[in-house]
């Protein structure tokens, strides 16, 4: 009996039964992995990173193209602004009219193509009419020279998206403790900005 719990024997048979579950615990792992992708590009599609997401790839667009062919990073951000605004616009009154990024149950708005008897608030057409008018706003700013029209856009977006989450009506767009997405995503560029130009306005005042 003693030959039998040998070191040897018992690592030959970890071993085996290892080998022998080995398509079992692939199996697993390939189905966790399957699992935690679906869940993530959902996650993905049905949250404030479709347009956030789509933003930051838009603005590292712009720094690689600009890297490459010599232009002033902050001139080109400043120049494609204002399309990137009214092409944004064009998007929420898609949302509109495919009813989805619907606002909450309301007395007065809109209804969805599927629930024809339910009002809702249309943030869609709302936030189309803000970015709409944005774009008007930074082509005046454009054409007169002032301002840092990438900025303006950017901090004005992520304020006004910080607001008119709050009468989005489709939960699955994430919502994490109080604030959506969205939210978060807005909150962390308006700090970021806000720490970056104290930073800038510090150094200033220091050389001085």
């Not at 792992?29 to 993530?40: A, D, G, Q």
């Not at 479709?50 to 400043?78: E, H, P, Q, T, W």
């Not at 939210?183 to 800038?200: A, F, M």
């Amino acid at each position: 009996m003693q030959g039998i719990f040998q070191k040897e024997n018992t690592d030959k048979a970890l071993k085996y039964g290892i080998y022998r579950h080995l398509p079992t615990y692939e199996k697993i792992i390939r189905n966790l992995v399957s699992f935690l992708i679906k869940y993530m590009i959902n996650k993905i599609i049905t949250s404030g990173f479709v347009f956030y997401g789509g933003l930051f790839g838009a603005i590292l667009g712009c720094v690689i193209f600009s890297k490459l062919f010599k232009y002033n990073v902050r001139d080109m951000l400043n120049f494609v602004s204002p399309g990137y605004s009214s092409f944004h616009a064009c998007g929420r009154i898609g949302c509109f009219f495919a009813g989805c990024c619907y606002g909450k149950v309301s007395t007065w708005g809109f209804p969805l193509w599927n629930e024809p008897e339910i009002l809702r608030i249309p943030v869609q057409l709302i936030e189309a009419i803000f970015l709409l008018s944005m774009t008007l706003f930074l082509l005046i700013l454009e054409k007169k020279g002032k301002g840092n029209i990438f900025e303006i856009y950017l901090i004005g977006y992520a304020t006004f998206r910080f607001i008119i989450e709050f009468w989005r009506g489709d939960e699955l767009r994430g919502i994490w403790i109080c604030f959506s997405t969205s939210q978060w995503i807005s909150i962390i560029i308006i700090i970021s900005y806000v720490t970056y130009r104290v930073i800038r306005i510090c150094r200033k005042t220091s050389k001085k």
